[in-house]
Every structure is written in C-alpha cells, then in structure tokens.
C-alpha cells in the first residue's frame, strides 16, 4: 500500500477515446500509475487536464510497444479500443505471453461477451451495462411518478 492506503498500481489503458481517457483521469487521480497508449496523436487531448500519467503514441498491437509502455511490470491491463477484436486480441497478449493478473477489455457487441468470458476473458460492453441502469431505474420505486 502506498501513502494514505492507496494501493499503488501500474496500469497500462490502450485506447485514449472518451471512455479510455476518462478512466485513465479517474485512475491517475486515485493515485495509481497510468499508461496512457494510442497511436493517434490527437487522442491525447481527451485526458483530463492534470492528468501526469505516461503517453505513448505507438501502436499496441505490435509487441514492442507493449514493451515499452512496461507491460512487464503492470498490474493491470485495460483494452479500450474501438475494435472488440483488438480488445481481446490485446488482453489474450497481456494475460496469457506477459502474465498480468487482471485484464479487462471493453466490447461493444453484447453477444461477444458471453463467447470471451467462456475464454476466461473479462469484459465490460457498457451497453448491457447502460440497459440494466435504465432497467433498474425504471423498476425503482423512486423518481417520479
């Protein structure tokens, strides 16, 4: 644990879209150590202002810059992409040749997530998350009537 009982972790997110460099605000702002990959320069400039993190435009399908941005030593792996495929192309590398514990890619098709978690793959496809909040929002018993 680091100062204040943060748990001091390296986290690796390829893909700076919104999603990609919001997380990697809320990450670097938790005290964590981010790696922000993308080869798009102008992606950069969706991370939050204050954001210290590391940027590295490089493309992260090619090993070496899986490399570079320390895969070795990450905790965490992060796919966010605008592929599905890319995503967990990605996290399979990230998991199964370098050995990072937690792994998590973004898919957008639903139908893909129950396939890669059959793999032992984590994923996240904010649209079944966004249509359960709506369900259960409507299913509550509180705001409006």
Known sequence: ?????????????????KLGAHLAGLLFESGKSVVMVDMRPSAF???PDGFGGFMLEADA??????????????DVFVAT???DNTNIMLTQIAKTIYGVKKVVARVYEPHRQKVYEEFELETICPMILSAEAFRDYIESDGGGE
């Open 1 to 17: 644990m680091g100062e204040n009982g943060i748990n001091d972790k390296y986290i690796i997110i390829v893909g700076c879209g």
């Open 45 to 47: 400039g969706r991370l």
């Open 61 to 74: 399908t090619e090993l070496d810059t899986l490399k570079k941005a320390g895969i070795e030593n990450a």
């Open 81 to 83: 992409t605008d592929d």
